[in-house]
Each structure stands twice: as C-alpha cells, then as structure tokens.
C-alpha cells in the first residue's frame, strides 16, 4: 500500500509554487511546469522525498534519536506544535535563536534561569520583591518561555531536524550542516535544495499542505518511537535474565565450594591422628602386660 497519493496532495495544494520571478534555478528537477506565471511542482518528486523521510525518521527514533521541528513562520506554528506534541519531540514555533545548536551549552543555562524563575513565582519571593524588578522578571520569564518552551526537554543534540521553509529558517539550517545533523524540509520552488539532505519538494505557504506532510512524518516517529520502546523492554528483560542466572551460578558455586570445605577435614592429618590414638593405647597396654603375666608364670 502506498503512503501518500497524489490526488492527496493535489486536495491540499501542495503542487502550488511560488512565481516564476521568484524562483531558485536549482529547484528545476523539482518543477513540473508552470501556469499563470506560478510553477507547479513535480508531485512524483514530493512524494519521493516523502518516502524517503518517512523510512529516514522511523529508522532514526526506533534507534532512541530525537527530531526537533522547527518552523516560525505563522502557517506553520500551530501544526508544529501539534504534530511535535503528538509525537513527544521538540520544536520551535517563535523565533529561532542564534545558537540553539551551536550554542548548547547557553540554551541550557537559559533553560535553568526559566526554572529558577519559576520556582521563584510558585514559591512567593517574587511577591516579596519591588514591583519593578518582579514585573522585569516576569517579563524575563515570559520571552524565555515563548521562545524556548519547545525544547525545554531537549538535553543533546536532535538526530535530525524537520524544517518547514528553509529559505526562512536559513539559521537553523546552517547550524545543523555545522554540526552534521540531517536536515529534512518542506520546501517551495524559491528555496536551496543543495543545502537540504532530503528535500520535499510542495507548498510551504498553505496550512493544509504543511499539515498533510507533517502528519506524515509524526506517524513515522511515532511507528519508530514504539519499536525503540519495544526493544527497550525486551533489553530491560534480558538483561533481569541475565542477572538473575548469574546469581544461580553464584549460588551454585558457593555450595560447592561449601561442600568441599566440610569435605577436608575429614580426610585431614587432625582427623586421621583423632581416628588412630584411640587404636594405639590397646596395643600398649597389651605389651606391658605380657611381661608381668611372663615374671607371674615364672614365679
């Protein structure tokens, strides 16, 4: 059975390019052709890249790999977060920050001053503070949470990020090829398809259209994510096997040596001299009392 048909994608628009004026000479392979002065894109090609991410991502999450999601523009912000939440990844849906790949290290102490403001708020020093400065760190908290809410979870690097409109998002692309992480996008005719490890080639301007690719892919991790889960188990499982043999042969082993020690002092020179003495002193007795019954006799 096929993923995806064509007629579809043909529903939800994802054929609809950009204008002819604003298109990337490199997305050719991609065009089937062009009516009204507006390309219509190869849906043969879409479906292709969406083949290969689907089976890309399913073998990426069922070896434990996180994805991140990242599209900002306001098309895409709603299904982003909808379809990264129903997979249980990350995302990012505001603004990307300079550096959320590069930059780690700094996310995660951005991340810990959102939680230390949170502890403050729940605990009720914020209250105790002057209105100005409590109003400075609300405001704080609240930019931190909107734009880092999505990967709050997140403590090491994605093994793939799913990019809607990479010609927007040209940050976060350039910092995942710096850190050789796979990029996948959903990508319209006046995007850069050399920069983009799998290319999906349809409308990133529609809701429709994102979210028709999207889901798609959320079934792929979430088939994925089950698999990891599964041989997690099993692994779990094993591994309790295991210990639980070794601890049988530990058992085993310490009764036979226990029987073996109890066995030694039977056969041991205390033993042997113990069993003998007794055996000795008739056999004295007997050679003293020839003698007398001898001078007896001869008396």
């Not at 990337?24 to 002065?37: E, S, T």
């Not at 991502?57 to 909808?82: D, R, Y």
């Not at 099993?234 to 309790?240: G, V």
């Amino acid at each position: 059975m096929a993923l995806i048909s064509v007629k579809s994608l043909l529903e939800a628009g994802v054929h609809f390019g950009h204008r002819a004026s604003r298109w990337n000479p490199k997305m050719a392979p991609y065009i089937f052709g062009k009516r009204n002065l507006i390309h219509i894109i190869n849906l043969r090609e879409t479906v292709r890249g969406l083949v290969r991410s689907y089976h890309f991502l399913n073998k990426l999450t069922a070896e434990g790999h996180q994805i991140l999601f990242v599209g900002t523009k306001k098309q895409a912000k709603s299904v982003i977060k909808e379809e990264a939440s129903k997979c249980g990844m990350h995302y990012v849906s505001e603004r990307w920050l300079g550096g959320t790949l590069t930059n780690f290290t700094t996310i995660r102490k951005r991340l810990a001053r959102l939680e230390e403001l949170e502890r403050m708020e729940e605990d009720g020093s914020m209250g105790k503070l002057s209105k100005k400065l409590a109003s400075s760190l609300r405001r704080e908290k609240k930019k931190i949470h909107r734009n880092l809410e999505g990967i709050r979870k997140m403590n090491r690097h994605p093994g793939a990020i799913v990019v809607v409109d990479p010609q927007r998002e040209r940050i976060a692309v350039l910092e995942a090829a710096k850190l050789n992480i796979p990029v996948i996008a959903l990508m319209d005719t006046d995007s850069d398809p050399s920069i983009i490890d799998i290319p999906i080639p349809g409308n990133d301007d529609a809701m429709r259209s994102i979210e028709v690719v999207l889901t798609k892919l959320t079934e792929a991790i979430q088939s994925g994510r089950a698999k990891w889960e599964e041989n997690k188990k099993i692994q779990s499982k094993q591994s309790r096997e295991a210990k639980g043999d070794d601890k049988k042969d530990d058992r085993a082993k310490r009764r036979k040596r226990g029987g073996r020690r109890r066995r030694k002092p039977e056969g041991s020179e205390d033993s042997q001299a113990k069993t003998t003495a007794p055996k000795e002193q008739p056999k004295a007795e007997k050679t003293n009392a020839a003698p007398q019954e001898d001078k007896k006799s001869k008396e």
